[in-house]
Every structure is written in structure tokens, then in C-alpha cells.
């Protein structure tokens, strides 16, 4: 066990290194990770949510819905600073109708599950990314075609079943099932808590690997600027996130999760709201699938930051 521990502690240490390099070879040699199918993200994303939940005890979650006003704070700023980001970005940079419609919907969609990962291995809130995470994805049906209407002046349509069906499989189930092993064998999971941060970093790895080799083309032949608007408007939602927080006077735990959860968005969900609402548009997919790698490269990143800090 001491062992894993060490490889562990290394995986979580070099955690932003480990991701770039594999982002950088499925990009520049795609067949290197093609054979990581895509449908395979949503049970890596499971695995994580399991190992979260294994970490988490019930009265984590108690704690946050006796605070209702930390999660509302988490909807206002998600649903007004990531669109305001983005209709600012697409305007100075004079994006194209596509690529606009595009970067729009990435700051009208909820934050994802990468999200509550990234907050697990920074030593965040994890149950308030969580559940600023569970509220906002049962409010995107409504809220995310509302506001890409505001900006776009066209409407997007959004599988309410679908969406929730997603959010049972991938986040609910996993962590209630790890919540219950926890207090069932609270004894045997603690002793393997110390190796669970790799499981995730491997499970990241292998979701980049899989978002990026599948996009290789297209990431390659967008040029420059919509990466530059991509990265840009991650970032920015992290720093708005981490300043809001510091003005409101939030612990470090519940900032990092604020900051974290702003700045990292469900954009698979964005990709796949383009595709099927911009069919005109083929190239309004492409900002959905660059932050899909960005954020994943930059929240490993921030993680590594995160964790130093208390």
C-alpha cells in the first residue's frame, strides 16, 4: 500500500504535467489514444464520482443545503459571468456567426462534472461543487436556451430527459453508491483515500486522451484566435470566481470550489447543443470541443496550485 501511496503522491504531484503531455500526443498523434472510445468518457467520469463519493460523508452535504445562500451565489454567478464573458470575448475578437454561436453556448451551459473532480484534488468544497453543479444542470434547460437566446437571438432546443437522465447516471448514483461503501466500510475505504486522487488523474488523462485525438482535425485547422478566446475565457472564469469569493469573504475550501466551478463548464454538452441546434454551423462545435481539452489541462493545472494553498 505504501507503494501505491508513493506513486500516488507523484500522480498527484505532477498531476498538470501528465495531462499536457497526453493532450500534446493525441493531438499531434491522435491514433496514439483513438482506440479510447468516446462512449467511454461517461463511465470514466462514474469511476471518479465513485472514488469522490468513497471520500464524503452525509453531513457533508447536510452542511450545504442548511446554507442555501452558498449555492444560489453559485447559479447567479455561473448563468451571468461565463455568457457575459463570452458575448465580450466573441465581440473583441470578431469571431465569425459560427464560431460565436459556439463560444455562447459554452458560458450559457451549467459547470460539468470536471468540475467536481478538479475541486476533489484541489482540496475544495467538494460537496458545494456538487451541488452548485446538480442545481445548475436542472436549471440549464431552461436557463442555458433563455440566455443563448438573449445574445444569439435564436433559440436552442435541450433534451430535458435526456439531461436529467445523464445527471442520475454519471453524478448521483456514483457518489450515493461511494457515500454508502463509506459508512459501511469506513475502515477499508480510509485506508485507500491516499490512492484515489491517482484513479482520477487517470481517468482524466484518459478522458483528454479520448476529447482530443477524436478532435484532432478540427483543433488543428480552427487557428489561433478561438483558442486564444477558449483559453481566455476559461481563465477569466476562474479569477472572477476566486475574486468574488475573496470579496464575499468565503474560507479558501468554498472559494476554490466558487472559482473552480465558474471557470470549468459542461462544454461536451455545448458541442452537442450545436451540433443538433446549429446544423449550419459546422464549425460552431469546435469551441466546445477545444475548452473540453482546455479546461481539463488548466483545471490540473489549477489543481496543483489549489492544493498548495489554505
Not at 457533508?60 to 448563468?79: M, W
Request: net charge positive; with cysteine; proline share 4%.
Amino acid at each position: 500500500m505504501r507503494y501505491l501511496e508513493k506513486i500516488a503522491e507523484y500522480f498527484s504531484k505532477y498531476m498538470a504535467f501528465i495531462v499536457l503531455a497526453i493532450a500534446a500526443i493525441s493531438l499531434f498523434v491522435p491514433s496514439s489514444t483513438l482506440w479510447i472510445k468516446t462512449e467511454w468518457v461517461n463511465y470514466l467520469m462514474m469511476i471518479i464520482m465513485f472514488g469522490m463519493g468513497l471520500t464524503l460523508k452525509p453531513d457533508d452535504f447536510s452542511t450545504v443545503f442548511k446554507r442555501p445562500n452558498d449555492i444560489i451565489l453559485g447559479c447567479l454567478a455561473q448563468f451571468i459571468i461565463m455568457p457575459l464573458l463570452a458575448f465580450t470575448l466573441c465581440k473583441l475578437f470578431h469571431l465569425n456567426p459560427a464560431l460565436t454561436a459556439g463560444v455562447i453556448l459554452v458560458g450559457t451551459c451549467p459547470g460539468g462534472t470536471a468540475s467536481n473532480v478538479i475541486t476533489y484534488l484541489s482540496k475544495g468544497d467538494v460537496a458545494l461543487s456538487i451541488g452548485m453543479t446538480s442545481v445548475n444542470t436542472l436549471l440549464a434547460p431552461v436557463v442555458t436556451p433563455a440566455i443563448t437566446y438573449l445574445f444569439l437571438n435564436q433559440t436552442v432546443k435541450v433534451d430535458v430527459f435526456s439531461m436529467f437522465i445523464s445527471i442520475i447516471q454519471v453524478i448521483l448514483i456514483p457518489i450515493t453508491l461511494g457515500l454508502f461503501i463509506n459508512r459501511v466500510l469506513h475502515k477499508y475505504t480510509e485506508k485507500i483515500s491516499n490512492i484515489l486522487p491517482m484513479i482520477s488523474t487517470i481517468a482524466i488523462c484518459l478522458v483528454v486522451g479520448t476529447v482530443v485525438s477524436h478532435n484532432s482535425e478540427k483543433i488543428l485547422t480552427t487557428g489561433h484566435i478561438v483558442l486564444i478566446v477558449v483559453i481566455l475565457h476559461n481563465l477569466l472564469g476562474y479569477l472572477c470566481g476566486f475574486s468574488l469569493g475573496k470579496i464575499l469573504k468565503l474560507d479558501m475550501n468554498k472559494t476554490k470550489a466558487l472559482s473552480i466551478e465558474i471557470g470549468m463548464q459542461n462544454s461536451g454538452l455545448a458541442a452537442g447543443l450545436a451540433a443538433t441546434s446549429f446544423p449550419n454551423l459546422t464549425m460552431a462545435t469546435v469551441p466546445g470541443a477545444i475548452f473540453s481539452v482546455w479546461h481539463n489541462i488548466s483545471g490540473a493545472i489549477l489543481a496543483g496550485i489549489y492544493r498548495k494553498i489554505k
